[in-house]
């Protein structure tokens, strides 16, 4: 069963690079296809691919392509792909974590929490010799790694996530309390 991913990405890859697709030197699951002015790009992560290029006719003839040879089904505009909202509209693509964000409330109990105007207490001092109870340092790392997530929608939490991960190893009761507050 280990083996089964592995090899799916080795028929996938290999798919692509023989009908002209450009694996990305620097996102090895982005692949890049140009034709004159039209160009394609696809996406996959483990069994799901996201796709989109500039001219519809090549966008319909590869969904065709890819349910004959891999039997695909189309699941039509994305809507929701690894905790990202996506609406799409006629103003343009907009990007939410907005349920995921209500995910990580609930797994952390904090969904009757006060809402803050800043993400961190304006002139905290935290300090890795801080006193005070140590909290569970597993519950702390899952929540940074959630916040962590949560900042790709949300960059103006990213320099408080920064500095409250700087206490990973050893977190105390004042780190929890300013990461709840995150």
């Known amino acids: 069963m280990k083996q089964a991913p592995r ?5 996938i890859d290999t798919y692509f690079k023989k009908n002209g697709y450009e694996q990305c030197p620097y996102e090895h699951s982005l692949y890049i296809k140009k034709k004159r002015e039209d160009v394609m790009f696809i996406a996959f ?13 090549l966008i319909e003839a590869f969904k065709e392509v890819m349910k004959k040879e891999f039997e695909m089904t189309d699941l039509g505009l994305m809507k929701y792909f690894l905790g990202l909202e996506v609406i799409q509209g006629k103003d343009g693509i907009f990007v939410s974590q907005e349920r995921y964000a209500e995910d990580v409330l ?3 109990k904090m969904t009757s929490c006060n809402p803050v105007s800043t993400p961190m207490e304006p002139g905290i001092k935290l300090s890795k010799y801080a006193n005070g109870d140590r909290v569970d340092a597993s519950k702390y790392r899952s929540l940074i790694g959630s916040l962590k997530y ?5 960059p103006d939490l990213m320099l408080s996530v920064g500095i409250a991960s700087r206490y990973i190893e050893e977190p105390r009761y004042t780190h929890w309390k300013a990461l709840k507050r995150i």
């Open 7 to 11: 090899a799916w990405n080795e028929r």
């Open 150 to 154: 949560l900042t790709n929608t949300r």
């Open 45 to 57: 992560y483990v069994d799901d691919l996201i796709f989109t290029g500039n001219n519809a006719e």
């Open 106 to 108: 609930k797994k952390f």
